[in-house]
Nanobody, 121 residues
Framework: VQLQASGGGLVQPGGSLTLSCAAS????????MTWYRQGPGKQRELVAS???????NYAESVKGRFTISRDNTKNTVYLQMSSLKPEDTAVYYC????????????????WGQGTLVTVSS
């Protein structure tokens, strides 16, 4: 399975953006789908995850502002971002893991290429 992230761009503070992660194959067998991000000069961090049972997990910094969802019929995972802040500026990566949920990026089997989100006025 190959993952393709898209939807990044330049947005003003307070604005909204929706990222998509499209899989080349079915994601039904992929339990955990996760968005990570890496800001300039920062380490990669988990943003949001969703499992095959639609259980979700969010970083504290994005709770209430970001929503992760998955559409198994379209083999796509989405990240709806609102009330964006300059500190949300980062390259966003989607990743998939077939096994039990894990927050550790090193355990993920599939990775998208990343899409850049820039929040600036």
């Amino acid at each position: 399975v190959q993952l393709q992230a898209s939807g990044g761009g330049l947005v003003q503070p307070g604005g909204s953006l929706t990222l998509s992660c499209a899989a080349s194959g079915t994601i039904i067998s992929i339990n955990a789908m996760t968005w990570y991000r890496q800001g300039p000069g920062k380490q990669r961090e988990l943003v949001a995850s969703i499992t095959s049972t639609y259980s979700t997990n969010y970083a504290e910094s994005v709770k209430g502002r970001f929503t992760i969802s998955r559409d198994n019929t379209k083999n796509t995972v989405y990240l709806q971002m609102s009330s964006l802040k300059p500190e949300d500026t980062a390259v966003y990566y989607c990743a998939g893991r077939s096994g039990l949920y894990s927050s550790s990026s090193s355990t993920y089997d599939y990775w998208g290429q990343g899409t850049l989100v820039t929040v600036s006025s």
